[in-house]
Structure formats: C-alpha cells, structure tokens
C-alpha cells in the first residue's frame, strides 16, 4: 500500500493546504540541486582543513607546522595567534576560532591549513602535530557535579509549594533517569565558500540556519562592519539544529584566509572532524521526587535537570529553559519545582537540536508517569489521563501561562480509540505471561509543544515580493531551506495571495543582502514567521494594485479579487499578467518588503512567568514492542500517530515532517549513543559506530495521520500550526513501550532503564530485574 | 583504461589518474557533482552509483547492473564496466521512474541523500520484477536518511513496480544490445594483465585476469597492496589517507570468482562477492543466510568478497567464526606453491595471520554438514542492518542421535582474533540439555575469553549475551522457539 494517492483531505480551490512536492523534488532526483560543495568553484579556489586536539582538556606547549608547509601543495598554516578577533559564540563570545593555549575538548581546532585540494589539506593537516600537557578533564554530568563546573547559574521555575504537597502525598517515588546526547548527522556536513568581490568585501556562501548570524560573526572577526559581507544560502543538506550555531566556525575561517589571499576558500568537513568538532544535542541527568494520589494524579513534583552543555555557553540556557517549559508536557501539576543546572564539561559546546530541550523535559516526565503507573499497577494511560490538562481548570503552566488551545484529551482518546489501545492492552497481557523470553510492551504518549523563540525579540521576520512586468514573482524571505520543506510552503502562501499557480513563484536563496537581521530558522517557527512576512508583503503589493484597479476601471476596493489565475474587476476579469503589465505601465510599485512580528507573547525571565508561547502544537502516539529477553534485542513493530498541524499549509510536507520527526525521535531514544572513553575521547565518530535508525528500523505498521478538520485558535498564517520539531517527541512512546516490556518480566516492579535503550542497557535492564 | 560512462555514446579514456583515486573523488572532481560524500566511509549511501557489468547467463550476454558506494572504489577498477550516476538515468527532462516515483511520493526533503537512493532504486528496477517490502529492505540497506524517515522512500519503491510494466522503460532497457555491444567491445583483447602505472611513475596498478599472472607479479613485487572488493582498503584511503604506490586489483582474476561445488563441499574463489557467493552459499547452509543479510549492506555485499573479510584479519569480521565453525580450509599460493590452511589456525594476532609476503588466498573451502551436524549463527550488533558485529557466535552440533557428542563453537568480537572457544565446547557437549547451560556457558566463556570494553558493547554484555544465545539455541532446537527479532516477524 503506497500513501502517495492518499486523500489529503484538501481543498482544492486554494495554493495552501495542498499536497504540493518539496520546490527541489525534480532537482533533488536529478543530483541537480547543488549544495556548497557542488557549486562550481571560481577559479583558484582553495581549501581548508583542520588539525584537532586528541585530546581533553590541556595547555598547548606547541603546534609543529613544518612537516605540513613542507608540501607543496600547502599554501599556509593559521593559528589562533594569526587571529585578531579570535572569539565567537551565539550568546556569548567564549568560542574560540581556534584553540589558544588551552585546549577545551577533544576535537578542538588548533590548526588550519590551506591547500589546492580538499585531500591535501587534508593530508597536511594530519601532519600537524600538537603537543599538550595534559590536564585532568570533566567530562561526565557527575564529574561536573562534583567539581561544580556550571556555566551559569541554575534556573528555577516554580509553582505552589512542591515539597509540602509530596510530603502530604500518599504515594511517593523518588528516582533518576540519564538521557544520552545525540548526534545531528545531518548528510551534508558544515560547509562554506568564502569568495572575495572587491575591497574588503565578500560573499559567502554557507550551509546555516543562521545566515544573518553568521554574517554578523563574519564581520567581527575580520573587523568590518556588517554590511561587507553577504552571506547566502540556498539549501542545506540537512541541519536540525545543528547548523544554528554550528556553521559559524568554518565559515569564519574560511572569510579569514579569503581576506588574506584575496582567493575564494572552500571547507567542508570531513565526517569524522563533523563529529568532533560539532557540539550535539544535550544530555541530561535528571533527579526526581513525586506525590500523588491512588489515581496516580500528581499532586506535587520536584525535578532537578542536570545538562551537559559543553565547554561554552552557546545555546544552552535557552535549551535548558525550553527542557523546564516542557517538563510537565501535558499534565497539570498543580505543584512543582523545576530546576536546570548547567554543567559545563570538556566536551564540545552542547547546541541546538530539533526540540531544543523540550524532548529531554518531556522524557523526563513521560518516565515519571510510567513509574507511577508501575508503582500504582494502572495502566499508564489511564494515570496520563488523570493528569492531562484540562480546558476550563487545571490549565495554568508551571511558568504561569494558561493553556488556552488544549486538544489533547480528544485527540489522545480518538488515537487510542481507533489503534485499539485497550484491546491491544489485553493481548499483550496475555502473550506476556504466556511466554518466558519474548515479551511484548506497549505505550501512548502525548505531545504539547509551545511554539515561538522564548527569546521575545527572536519572533520576527521580514521577506521581499516583486512581481515582474511578465506577471512571474520572485519571494525572498529570511527563512532558509534545509529539506523542512519551508520554501514551498511560503511560495503557497504567495500563490495563494496572489491567486495563481504555484509555478508562478520562483522561491530564492536567502541572502543577508535581501532581508537583514533575519532570526535563524529554528524553534519551528520558519513559516510561521516567513509566511506571514510573505503575506504582508503580498498585500502590500496587492494594495497597490487594488488602488490602481479601483482608479482605472471606476470599481469599489471590494470588487477586485485575486483568483484562478485572473484579477477580477467587478463583472470583468482580466489574466493576471496582463494585468501586472497593465499597472506596470501606469506606474505602480510591483514590489515590496513585508514584515511580522509575532503578537502576545511576553515572557519574564527573572519571575519565570508569562506567556512564552504563541501557541501549542499537539500529538500522541502509540507504539508497540517485542523485547527477547534474552539478548536485549527488540524490534519496534507498530506505531499510529495522530498528530496536530492546525489547518495544514501542505499535508504532504507536513506528513513527511511528522514521519521523519519520529524516527529521528526513535533514534535518539534506542540505537544512537556517543560514547566517550574515561579520557573524554568520543570515540563514535562516524556512522560506523554511531548507528542512526536505517531504513529496515521503520516500524511495518506505520499508521500516521494529520488531526482531520483542523485550525489553529490563534491567527497564524491560515490558521495552521508549526510541525518541524513536535513529532520528534511522539517516539518517546517507542522508549516507554520497551519500558513497559522490560517491567513486565518482573510484573510490576519499576525498572532502570536508561535513554538510548541501547539493546544492550535493555539486557541489563532486565537482568537486574531479575536479581 | 575505458569504461562506459551515463548515456555517452564513447567509453571514457582515463589517461592520467592516481591509482588511490576513488570513483567519488573523479566524479566530482570532473563537476559530476550529482553524487554526494556524507561519510566516505562505505556507511551512508550518499555516494551510491550503479555499475554494469558483463555476464554469460544461459550463453548469452547480459548486464548486470549493481549499486556500489562509490566513496571506496577505486576508479581503476571500472575498467570495462559501466558507470552511472543519477546525472545518467533521465532522458532529457524525462525523469527515470525511480525518479519521478521518489517526487511523486515526496521521497526527497533535503535531498542529500536522494541521489544514493535514486541510483539504489535503480539498481532494484533492473533487478527485479515484482517487489515487496524485504527486498525494498535489502535494496536500501546502505543508504541513510536523516530526514524522511524512510516511510516516503518505502513508497515510492512500490510506486516503481506497480507501473513498471506500462512504463516506456529506460534508457538502458532500451538500448540494451548496443549497451552490451559497448561493453563486449571495451572488454576485448582483454590482456592477461591490465597495468597502469600513473605519469610520474610513482604508482603502480595492476590488474590480472590470470591467477599464475597474479602470482607471479605478487610474488615479483611482495609489497604491493592487494585490493578486492575495496571495503576495507577503501577505508584506509578515505579515512587513514593513505596512498599505496602498488595496487594490484584480484576481482578479474577468473580462477578466484568461480565458485566449485560436489556432494561434500563448496569451494568459493577468494574473490568471489558475498553477492554472488548467495545462492549457493544459503543452499547449502541455510542457517547463513540471516548473518548473510546483516553483512554490512546491499551495495557493499555487490563488491566485498569472502577473501577480503578473511585476509583483513578483523576480529569483528562475520565470516570467519562461521566458516571456522564449519570447518573451512584456505587454499594459500605463494608463487608456485599452494598450501592448505585450515581457517582456524589462520590468524594469529591482532590483524595477523600466516599469510606470508608475496602470498594470497586463492580460494575457500567449506565442508558440507552431513547426517548429525547442525548449525546456527547468531550476531548482536547495535542495529539490525549494516552494522558490526558486537558478538558473532557460530555454532556446529554433532549429534550421535539425539545425544550431542560434539559442539563447535568460533566466535567474533570476543578477542584480537576470531577463534573457537574450547572450554564453552566442552561445556556445551557435557551440560546440553541442562537447565543452568546459560550460567555454566558464562563461566567457561569467561575462560576462554578476556573480550574488551569498547564503542560496540562491554566485556560483560559480551560474555554473557554469548551465553544466553547458547541457551536460545538449546531453547530453538527443542521447540521452544525464541525468534530472531532481526527477522521479519509476524504480528
Ligand atoms: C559499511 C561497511 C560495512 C561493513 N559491514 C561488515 C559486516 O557487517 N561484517 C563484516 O564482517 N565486515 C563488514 N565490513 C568489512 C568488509 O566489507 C569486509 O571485511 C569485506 O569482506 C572485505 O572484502 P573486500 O573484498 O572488500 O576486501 P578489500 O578491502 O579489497 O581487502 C581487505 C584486505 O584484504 C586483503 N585481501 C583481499 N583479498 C585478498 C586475497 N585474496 N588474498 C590476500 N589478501 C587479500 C587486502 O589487501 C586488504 O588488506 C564492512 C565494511 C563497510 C565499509
Ligand atoms: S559517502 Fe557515505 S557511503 Fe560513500
Ligand atoms: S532527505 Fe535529507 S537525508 Fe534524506
């Protein structure tokens, strides 16, 4: 059965909310979409390598570079001392080009050098040697603990009186859960050309989320003013957060040796260097208490979150805010004190990651939940719904925003109902306890995920419309293209303004030059934020048109209308090239800027309280395991998603965004662990041994669905909801059904099990039950 | 040097290349940007191409077309193949079908990786005719998605055949007699040795079609570097960088890709492919054909060989613990002279074997089970698919009857080389049958074995998940079975 003739369910009036391919699809067949890589290389292009740190932590006594400037190929060698404005960061300046007398991780840049090719500077590089004296690392969450290496100081957020309400609880647990890290392995690793114009001036062509900032890092660090330097960016092979911050450094270096030589410079980075010079998501440690009643209702709840952030700040408070904003996920907790400690470690700097902390916060309680259930011996549905929000009551946030668009009761029930939950239940009860070895787990979890930057200022955008004199439109916007699908949903938007095909809109590269100052696309916001910015822009224009319409042909404002391709004027009609010719003629502006900024939001951050959150994005699922028991080995069988888009701007993107958001999520949670040796050497360093899920991994039974007749209760753009990170959250189910698994070798008893679900820790998981 | 390259009408002539240059590397060198690196390392699929070989089936000649990771394949060894890349399938703005299925079912999000799918997806189109999930599986098994989740990509492979039939065919179906003309031609007065020595002199490559040609240059030149299959060698170029000054390719040599079989045993040349060692290999040993199936992924199975696995001297390999288990010998030449090793007391240490310089394996044999004997192998790996072995356990049972009378066991992954573990026989053979097998398996492994904490699994998982697939298969060969998760199962 193939899901591509499936019933969208859509209107087919309307550009938006159509099941429209991805704008690069032919492309992308063809190999002929290019990445930074493929773009053909201006003559003279250079290359960059880099040599790392092998090790920890340590103070650099020296860097031998003679062996490598002995080649001919090799042009010449940087080091941080070469480097004026050496420090760069998101937040914080505390990110180091290159390592200056101490190294901080392993993996570190110490060196860059410049060859003819890829491959040499390559082999160059590997000839560099570092000599460090060693100095003893942190490197694990404990180890920080200890030494009380943090970043900043901890963040609490607080509700009612959580210790008295757990001390007055009839039941108790008290518990830790360790969640594991996880590698972006985006297939197109960092990338940038750096091609000199004139005068200082240059163009660099990046693989980022975050062209503006990566301009306004660029600028600093050659010590020009911004407007210098344009940085453009068609597509991304892939980002997920990992190309935010991420793409700054070589892009930097790359702009340096530009500017020295006046040649245009390439890098891309090897998979190996990716992998250690990158920072991942965070791991977290999580210490918890609990109180509830015989229904399993939390009546108080006490979380402390430990982060491994790295050796810099980066991102890190707003991801370890985002874990505490969705530590209560959908439940109500009427009592609750949340902290998130930042441990700072000697590991690369912890960045964003689809989800940015939320999934990790949630984890965290969806864990709670199911050691509740255990200990209560319900099922751990029914102790979520006793605790879900609610719509009138109980609908007040640990951080004090009222949730005002709550769906979750009905969209959990409509999922269980129509997966037969209950049913399946029974079934499984029964297998289990008729075999020994092979056991089956099942589970439901929820989503709710709060939609906007939690930094107010971040929740703006600007695009740019022109429509040419042949009626073709060309779209800009700040938003970048990393395979979410954003362009083509923006272009809809577009066509839909202006009531034509959607091939009438040419959707470009975004460029600092175009629109400026342009927040990275993150936090799901991208057509949020870009969408509406195109529709104001659109109406602009439109406005001007209306004008000259109403002036031209004598009719009301009300009578011109945009549709089928045609501007309609009151009983006439006209197509709507010739009609843009037509204003053209008469002198009417065909182009325009539009701007949004999003409305109701406030957040303070020192009473942690407000309304951080536009809106909430919402799902569940349900997923189904077989465990053998004896090996650790299990297989994820079944999985039905509901999930919400508000009204869809194209189900077809949407659909693959919540598919691949799953088994993204699936992956974090049970094959994908980085492992450090006690010296603090990754030693997953390529997919080798760092095993993303592979395509056999996708569940047979795979049933997802987009929440039918929907909307959104605020004004977004049409009413529909943002969907790049939420689905990522709904495979915490695969991790709570082989949780549910492993519990039901010894029935009842809680279990230790540990993120990823490794089939490893699985085995030992179960063998401690057992003991 | 020619091979055929897309839809050019004339071969490719390489001149002047470095024999270490890989396939991917010439690619994009020469703006053949279509293929992508995202690992160089034979782990992604981002780089997946189709090569076309000839092949005699039934007398007549026909083309094979097989997917290949192009990142650790050396552009040498195309010589007299065809070589296509995504740029190559389409005809003018006609998407290939493979291709306008993966846009039909939205199959691409960032599209890094949609050229390595494409070009996997065209090597199933030509190589099946009906389709179902497992072989979507098989056929996709190298190639890596971040972003779709694959769920697109599944569809749109069943897309392919359900119109496959009304479809105009490509290009390649369609001109398949020139196509195989072409080939013929760029492979006649096919010499006894392809030899290529690059412009400077510095390297060398050769590439025989004769194993007394082989062994003669070997033995002349003891420190060239043999490739096969280039899995391995591959990584050593892309990931180690290194350069070797005198490669000498096996893969054409005829006496080494023939494969022997009589009633009581199998003898596969040592460059035979895992591909094309299959059929004949799972006939006669079924069991195999599970471990056969995690062995690494489809495109790499095309091109790795038996030989190689074994001469690499891993001790991760999957093959030796089942092929010492069954008892195999190698068949070692060495100039002239050509002696017997049996596969146990091949290696020796850490990446050492017996093999001396000058020396290679030719062949393979494998004893068939007779009356009594039975086997199994179990491999726990992090991932079903593509992965390395954390533990490969093969077993072979003697029965007199229904009493065990003997028990072999070699496994992978517990020590520097793959090797039988005695104590574990013996515990085997006396308390088979026994309750406590899986705690008296564990303290005689512990014996045998010191296995080393790494990136795959710990020393105490290794031990004791060994111990427990002792006890799986006690609990499958007396009915009470526990299935292989790895498997397709049924709900
Ligand atoms: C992505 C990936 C996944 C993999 N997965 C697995 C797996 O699951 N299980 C596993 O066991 N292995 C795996 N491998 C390793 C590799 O594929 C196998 O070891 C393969 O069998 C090697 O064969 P080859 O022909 O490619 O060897 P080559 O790379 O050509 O050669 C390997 C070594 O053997 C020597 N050699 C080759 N042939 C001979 C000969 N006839 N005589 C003497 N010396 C010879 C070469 O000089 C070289 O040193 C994987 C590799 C990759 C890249
Ligand atoms: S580039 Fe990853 S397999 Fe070749
Ligand atoms: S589409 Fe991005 S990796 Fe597959």
Redesign the pocket.
């Known amino acids: 059965m193939t899901k591509t003739d499936k019933e969208w369910g859509t209107d087919s009036n309307r550009v938006v909310g159509q099941a429209m391919a991805h704008d690069s699809s032919i492309l992308h067949v063809k190999g002929s979409a290019p990445y930074i890589d493929d773009i053909v290389e201006p003559k003279g292009t250079m290359h960059v390598a880099f040599a790392l740190s092998d090790v920890a932590h340590g103070n650099i006594k020296s860097i031998e570079i003679k062996e490598s400037l002995k080649m001919d190929c090799v042009h010449s060698v940087l080091l941080a001392e070469d480097i004026k404005n050496l420090n760069i960061g998101a937040i914080r300046h505390d990110e180091p080009l290159l390592a200056k007398d101490e190294v901080l991780f392993h993996g570190q840049a110490v060196a860059a050098v410049l060859a003819d090719s890829h491959e040499n500077a390559r082999k160059a590089a590997s000839l560099i040697r570092v000599n460090i004296e060693e100095l003893e690392p942190l490197i694990t969450i404990p180890q920080a603990k200890l030494k009380e290496s943090f970043l900043d100081e901890p963040i609490k957020m607080t509700k009612g009186d959580a210790e008295g309400a757990i001390s007055k609880s009839v039941h108790k647990i008290t518990g830790k859960l360790s969640i594991g890290g996880q590698e972006h392995y985006y297939l197109e690793s960092q990338a940038a050309l750096a091609i000199p114009t004139e005068g200082d001036e240059l163009v660099l062509h990046s693989s980022t989320q975050n062209p503006s900032e990566v301009q306004h890092l660029v600028a600093h660090v050659l010590d020009l003013p911004q407007h210098s330097i344009e940085v453009v960016t068609r597509r991304m092979g892939g980002a997920f957060g990992g190309k935010e911050c991420g793409a700054s450094q070589i892009a930097c270096i790359c702009a340096i040796f530009a500017q020295k030589t006046k040649l245009p410079i390439k890098s891309r980075l090897p998979r190996r260097e990716d992998m250690l010079m990158t920072g991942k998501r965070h791991d977290f440690e999580v210490e918890y208490k609990a109180g509830f009643d015989d229904e399993g209702c939390i009546e108080g709840i006490e979380m402390e979150l430990y982060a491994r952030c790295g050796y810099s700040y980066d991102l890190s408070v707003a991801i370890v805010s985002r874990a505490l904003f969705h530590a209560d996920n959908a439940y109500y907790l009427p009592n609750a004190s949340l902290v998130g400690h930042l441990c700072k470690t000697n590991t690369a700097s912890n960045t964003a990651f689809r989800g940015f902390g939320g999934p990790q916060g949630m984890l965290a309680i969806e864990n709670i939940i199911e050691e509740i259930a255990l200990h209560l011996n319900l099922d751990a549905y029914d102790v979520r719904k006793s605790n879900f929000y609610q719509k009138e009551a109980n609908n007040e946030t640990p951080y004090g925003q009222l949730i005002e668009d709550n769906i979750i009761n009905e969209l959990a029930h409509e999922l269980a109902t129509s997966a037969r939950y209950k049913e399946r239940r029974l079934d499984i009860d029964e297998f289990n306890k008729n075999n020994t070895y092979i056991k089956k787990g099942l589970a439901l979890s929820p989503v709710k995920f709060g939609i906007s930057f939690t930094k107010k200022f971040l929740n703006q955008a600007g695009a740019l419309v022109h429509v040419y004199k042949d009626g073709s439109i060309y779209l800009n916007h700040g938003g970048t293209e990393m395979g979410q699908g954003l362009f083509v949903k923006v272009a809809q938007v577009v066509a839909n303004e202006f009531g034509v095909e959607l091939g009438k809109v040419k959707v470009s590269a975004t460029s600092t030059a175009k629109v400026p100052n342009t927040s990275a696309t993150a936090a799901s916001s991208g057509s949020d934020l870009n969408g509406m910015a195109a529709k104001d822009a659109c109406n602009r224009i439109k406005n001007n048109l209306i004008s000259f319409a109403v002036k031209q042909f004598n009719i009301k404002q009300e009578d011109v209308k945009f549709y089928d391709s045609q501007v309609h004027l009151g009983a006439n009609q006209m197509p709507f090239d010739e009609f843009i010719g037509l204003a053209y003629i008469n002198r009417v502006e065909l182009f325009s800027n539009g701007y949004y900024s999003t409305p109701k939001i406030h957040y303070d951050s020192n009473k942690r309280r407000g309304r951080p959150f536009y809106y909430y994005s919402y799902g569940a699922c349900i997923s189904e395991v077989v465990v053998d028991t004896l090996t650790g080995e299990y297989k994820l069988t079944s999985v039905d998603i509901l999930h919400d888009v508000g009204a869809s701007l194209n189900p077809a993107i949407d659909y693959g965004q919540i598919v691949g958001g799953f088994v993204q999520g699936m992956g974090w949670l049970c094959s994908e662990e980085l492992v450090w040796d006690d010296s603090g050497k990754l030693l997953t360093t390529g997919a080798?041994t760092y095993k993303l899920p592979s395509i056999g991994d996708t569940p047979k039974h795979f049933n997802v669905k987009i929440k039918p007749n929907n909307s959104n209760h605020e004004e977004t753009i049409y009413k529909s909801k943002a969907v790049g990170e939420p689905p990522l959250m709904l495979a915490i189910s695969v991790w709570l059904a082989i949780k549910n698994a492993i519990s039901s070798v010894k029935d009842g008893k809680p279990n230790d099990l540990v993120a990823p679900a490794s089939f490893e820790r699985v085995f030992f998981c179960i063998n401690n039950l057992n003991k | 040097m020619r091979f055929l390259f897309n839809q050019h009408k004339e071969p490719i002539d390489l001149a002047e290349v470095n024999p270490n240059m890989t396939v991917l590397q010439w690619l994009r060198r020469n703006k053949h940007t279509g293929t992508k690196e995202g690992c160089a390392?034979?782990?992604c699929g981002a780089c997946t191409a189709v090569i076309g070989e000839l092949a005699t089936i039934k007398g007549k000649k026909v083309i094979e077309y097989k997917s290949i990771n192009t990142c650790?394949s050396l552009v040498l060894n195309l010589n007299g193949k065809h070589l296509i890349t995504v740029e190559g399938i389409s005809e003018g703005n006609r998407l290939h079908p493979v291709q306008s299925a993966m846009v039909r079912a939205n199959g691409s999000q960032c599209g890094f990786c949609t050229p390595g799918f494409v070009m996997s997806l065209f090597a199933l189109y030509h190589n099946e005719n009906e389709i179902d999930l497992d072989k979507i599986n098989e056929a996709l098994s190298g190639n890596l998605c971040r972003c779709t989740g694959y769920q697109p990509i599944i569809d749109a492979a069943f897309l392919i055949f359900e119109t496959k039939d009304s479809d105009n065919n490509d290009y390649f179906s369609n001109n398949k007699s020139q196509l195989v003309q072409s080939l013929v031609r760029i492979n006649e007065d096919e010499p006894e040795q392809f030899s290529y020595t690059s412009n400077d002199k510095k390297v060398t490559y050769d590439a025989p079609t004769d194993v007394n040609v082989l062994a003669k240059t070997l033995y002349k030149y003891q420190d060239a570097?043999?490739?096969?299959?280039?899995?391995?060698?591959?990584?050593e170029i892309t990931q180690q960088l290194q350069q070797f000054g005198h490669i000498i390719n096996?893969q054409n040599v005829h006496e080494?890709k023939s494969i022997h079989e009589n009633d009581s045993l199998i003898e596969i040349g040592?460059?035979v492919s895992y591909h094309s060692a299959w059929t004949l290999l799972v006939r006669s040993f079924p069991e195999l054909e599970p471990l056969l199936k995690?062995?690494?992924?489809r495109p790499?199975r095309n091109?790795?060989?038996?030989?190689?696995?074994i001469?690499?001297a891993?001790p991760i390999?999957?093959?030796p613990p089942a092929l010492i288990a069954l008892n195999a010998t190698l068949k070692l030449r060495r100039g002239d002279n050509v002696r017997e090793v049996r596969l146990q007391d091949f290696f020796i240490s850490y990446k050492k074997t017996v093999?001396l310089k000058g020396e290679?394996?030719k062949s393979i044999t494998i004893p068939k089970l007779v009356k009594g004997e039975s086997f199994t192998v179990h491999k726990i790996s992090r991932r079903y698919e593509?992965?390395?072995?954390a533990v490969c356990m093969a077993i072979k049972l003697v029965n007199d009857g229904p009493n065990l009378k003997e028990a072999v066991i070699a496994l992978g992954g517990m020590a520097e080389i793959p090797k039988r573990a005695t104590m574990l026989e013996k515990t085997v053979t006396k308390y088979w049958n026994k309750r406590d097998i899986a705690k008296r398996s564990y303290e005689s492994l512990k014996e045998d074995f010191c296995p080393l904490d790494d990136v795959r699994a710990s020393s105490e998982y290794r031990l004791q998940v060994s111990a427990n697939l002792i006890k799986k298969t006690l609990l499958n060969r007396i009915n009470k079975k526990v299935p292989n998760l790895a498997e397709p199962i049924e709900n």
């Open positions: 080798s | 390392a034979g782990d650790i570097k043999i490739v096969s299959g280039c899995t391995d060698l591959g990584l096996v080494m040592a460059a995690r062995f690494a992924s790499i091109w790795a060989t038996i030989g190689g696995n001469a690499n891993s390999g999957d093959m093999l290679f394996i593509d992965d390395i072995s």
